[in-house]
């Protein structure tokens, strides 16, 4: 079944869940404008630091969202309605964003849609030209989920399958901290290991041939550990290597599970998304995998698939086609699930 898109309105996408802040401004179905300003603060782990993140988001909601209207070329006045995370994410976080929003609807009078951030990921798949049909199969991997979701419907999901562990984008990013790498790493470990041989090492498949539709990611960001304190040395040398073939164990993991969920549900759309999904392996095998499987594959172009506002606002616009708004009473929270 087709999923139903406004053709009019022009919505106002608010996200500050983390350490992203951004605003964009979809009109109708189409993006006019997408503004996303990374503030990567981070400990010495590579974790987020909460208040640094609130504060950034303070200093720059206002001047992100001047820039999101000035670059579609709308004025405040002619929005119809606005978008913002209210779930999950850092609490002082959202609430910069919440609030901002909540504001912007009050004296423009236009309604306000409160959006689930996971939810908001799935739906960012319908932000480009091939659009997916219900009932799809969503792959949803980011820095903080790892979950495969049946989705019958607009607010009608079956989580199916999550990580017990690590989230995969977690274990892309310490993975690469043991690698020297910055933070976030995944995408540096995407270009490492284009230069690098992905059989050179046989991490783990874990959990790739079990019954359930679970991951875990711990055991292989664990023998990477191992790997390295038993090769002392050969980071100088094999860096690229070892991150191809990491990265060949996650991937083969995600993809396979991922296909195997497909073939025994009977759904023919899959949809990856969430940031990990700008991995160039993970979309390509994706691709290939669902060619031979006479399945549908779906992804956001890589802008789209970490943290931004305009699956926010397409997300706000496909509820709002079907009549769901907030109240003005809306709180932020740190964990909702799905
Ligand atoms: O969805 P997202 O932007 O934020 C969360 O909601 O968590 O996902 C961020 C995660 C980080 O762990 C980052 O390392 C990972 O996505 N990531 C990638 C790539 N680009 C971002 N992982 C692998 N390959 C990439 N190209
Ligand atoms: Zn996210």
Redesign the pocket.
Known sequence: MKISLPNEGIILGIES??D?TSAAILRGRDIASVIISSQHFHTSFGGVVPELASRAHIRSIVPIAEEALAKAGVSAHDITAIAATFAPGLMGALLVGLNFAKGMALSLSVPLIGVH?IEA?IFSAMLEEEKPELPFLALV?????TLLVVVEDIGRYSVIGKTLDD????A??KV?KMLGMGY????V??RAAKSGDPTFVKFPRSMMNDETFDFSFSGIKTSVLYYLRDNPGILSTRSADIAASFQQAVVDVLVGKTIRAARERNIRDIVCV???S???L?RSQFKTTCDEQKKRFFSPR?ML???NAAMIAMLGALKLDRGISSDLSLSAMARVPL
Do not use: K, Q, Y
């Open positions: 869940s983390c992203e951030h990921h991997v980011s820095g903080g989920h989230a995969a984008g977690e892309f990013d690469g976030p790493a995944g995408p470990i995407d969430g940031g990990v700008a991995n160039s993970l890589p698939s970490t943290d």
